[in-house]
């Protein structure tokens, strides 16, 4: 298994679908991540958790809500997006230690969504 | 307001020669920065790292330089091969801002044969 993976690796969805992203990673991090990346623009964070309890939530829409059940997995949860959210979402694990999150990050290979 | 900036938003080097790759950031507070390789459909992977006390690290082919007074670091790649052609995030933390990572938008490098 690899470090990081995440399914669906593609997803097109409607308006009024509901889905999941799902991320697990291999690595006995302690920290997982939800970032968005938009044609040309910087990674966003969106969501982290750190031994599963959600830290930050960077003014995300409420149509995402993450969830992370343990330290190994990790959910993105889509409900009534917009075509705007059509992007590559990106889980990432790290270690954090002493409270501060490991800058080292693992990341998976990205769920390309589509939004129509 | 943007705290990492990549400028340039591709560059193509011809094999061979070396590759710079640019990168500025406004926090004064970021105190270790990283490089990310990105190929298409994959995620980012790590590359190489700088922490604020140096202003040089070298692994292989692969120097990052950072400048302090300027906020200003730099990827350099020599010598370039086509299997580099990816693009590349520069990423910065701050350790007592709790060392999340703030990306810049990425520059796509091409390297020609």
């Known amino acids: 298994e690899t470090g990081v993976t995440q399914t669906p690796r593609h997803l097109v969805m409607g308006m009024t679908n509901k889905k999941s992203l799902k991320c697990e990673q291999h690595?006995?991090?302690?920290?997982m991540y939800w970032y968005k990346q938009s044609a040309k623009k910087p990674l966003e964070l969106m969501f982290v958790y750190s031994l599963e309890e959600r830290v930050e939530n960077n003014s995300v829409p409420s149509r995402f809500s993450p969830e992370c059940p343990n330290s190994s997995h990790l959910f993105l949860h889509l409900h009534t997006l917009q075509p705007e959210d059509s992007a590559l979402y990106l889980c990432a694990s790290s270690q954090e230690a002493g409270g501060v999150l490991n800058t080292e990050a693992f990341f998976g290979q990205g769920t390309r969504l589509t939004v129509v | 307001d943007q705290q990492v900036k990549q400028n340039s938003p591709s560059l193509s080097v011809q094999e061979g020669r070396i590759s710079i790759l640019n990168c500025d950031y406004t926090n004064s507070m970021f105190d270790y920065f990283l490089w990310y390789k990105k190929y298409p459909a994959e995620g980012p992977t790590f590359l190489i790292s700088i922490s604020s006390i140096k202003d040089k690290n070298e692994d292989g082919r692969f120097t990052v330089f950072l400048n302090k007074s300027a906020k200003h670091l730099s990827l350099h790649i020599v010598p370039s091969q086509p299997g580099d052609s990816a693009v590349y995030f520069c990423a910065a933390s701050a350790h007592n801002q709790g060392g999340k990572l703030i990306f810049g938008q990425g520059t796509e490098l091409s390297v020609k044969p």
């Open positions: 690595l006995g991090h302690n920290a």
